[in-house]
């Protein structure tokens, strides 16, 4: 029988450890908060925003959100995200992307203070992702795997894990976080060659391509870990991962569904790293 690795209850150990730690903040006199930027009102940003501010919420962290003009200048966008960066009281910065048109991603990825970057849009903080300096902030999904794989105690130490796709958001960043923890890791994307068996061959398999389905019972082998980080719209309208949870869940040892898996342990790392970066601004840790 396979396990079906929730993310509701990897978000529910989360939480627990969560109240603690915002607990020790309020006995300081701390109230850890998120700055949300929003340039626009795209109905992803917003469904996103929402999960958002109710997490934080559920754990005591404030938001504010920064609601900036679809049509805002580079200028403007820059004074309104340097306030943001500023404020002392705003420990942690969402910042949604992709960034309309006319804004120039790359010069806020360079402003952003490293410790409130609690989402790795900064160099500093990729930086230290790639090397393995656990003292900065990885991409949120990409993190939310690792806590997925650790919740439920499947150590990845000298494992063949592969990893569909190398995004910067998810990827990459996550085969550096297998690599720190002593997998053996293969990332494969659009031009691999036998992705089928390079797939089949691991012990643990992520998919990360954004491919609806694509990972059938034959790209897995028996008792093997499967972890689907994709989110996209079947044929059928519903909302579905990359793997064909179906096809595959009688076949391997563990997996996560979608939705209900990684997903919604996202906005926990995020809270996370609030509390994170609201105990480093603070000089607790
Ligand atoms: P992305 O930027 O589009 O990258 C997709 C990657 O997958 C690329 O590296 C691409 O290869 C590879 N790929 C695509 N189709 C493939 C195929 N048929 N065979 C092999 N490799 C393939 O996407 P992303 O931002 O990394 O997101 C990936 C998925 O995760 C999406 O479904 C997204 O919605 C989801 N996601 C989930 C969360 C969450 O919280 N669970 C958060 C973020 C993203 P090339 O580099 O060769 O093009």
């Known amino acids: ?32 908060q998120l700055g949300i930027v929003r340039v626009g009102a795209r ?9 958002a501010i ?4 559920g754990v005591g962290i404030r938001c504010k959100v920064i609601e900036l003009s679809e049509s805002i200048g580079q200028a403007d966008f820059e004074q309104e995200f ?15 992307r992709p960034l309309p048109r006319q804004l120039d991603e790359q010069s806020v990825r360079n402003m952003i203070n490293p410790k409130k970057d609690i989402d790795c849009m900064s160099p500093v903080n990729i930086a230290k992702v790639f090397s393995g ?11 939310a795997v690792m806590e ?19 995004s910067m958001v998810v990827g990459k960043p996550l085969s550096m ?26 012990e643990i398999l992520v998919a990360a391509a954004g491919k609806a389905a694509m990972i059938t019972a034959d790209f897995v082998s028996e008792n093997s870990v499967v972890v689907d980080v994709g989110i996209n719209v079947g044929s059928d309208g519903k909302l579905c991962g ?35 970066a609201a105990n480093s601004l603070n000089g607790l840790s």
């Open 82 to 96: 340097s306030a943001v960066d500023n404020n002392p009281d705003i420990h942690g910065i969402l910042l949604f």
């Open 1 to 32: 029988m396979s396990i079906i690795m929730k993310g509701s209850e990897v978000a529910a150990a989360m939480k627990e450890e969560l109240l603690r730690e915002v607990e020790k903040l309020a006995r300081k006199g701390i109230v850890p």
């Open 43 to 51: 109905p992803d940003d917003l469904a996103y925003e929402r999960g």
């Open 177 to 202: 976080l297998l690599l720190k923890k002593n997998a053996t890791v293969t990332i494969c994307h659009t031009k691999t060659i036998n992705l089928e068996e390079t797939c089949r061959n691991a």
């Open 242 to 276: 990359d793997v064909d949870f179906d096809a595959v869940v009688a076949k391997v040892a563990s997996i996560t569904p979608v939705p209900g898996g990684v997903g919604a342990v996202t906005s926990s790392v995020l809270a996370e790293h609030v509390v994170r």
């Open 148 to 166: 997925v794989l650790a919740h439920y105690a499947i150590d990845v130490r000298g494992k063949r894990v592969t990893v569909v796709g190398r």
């Open 54 to 57: 109710k997490k934080m919420g």
């Open 133 to 143: 300096d656990e003292s900065g902030f990885a991409p949120c999904t990409a993190e």
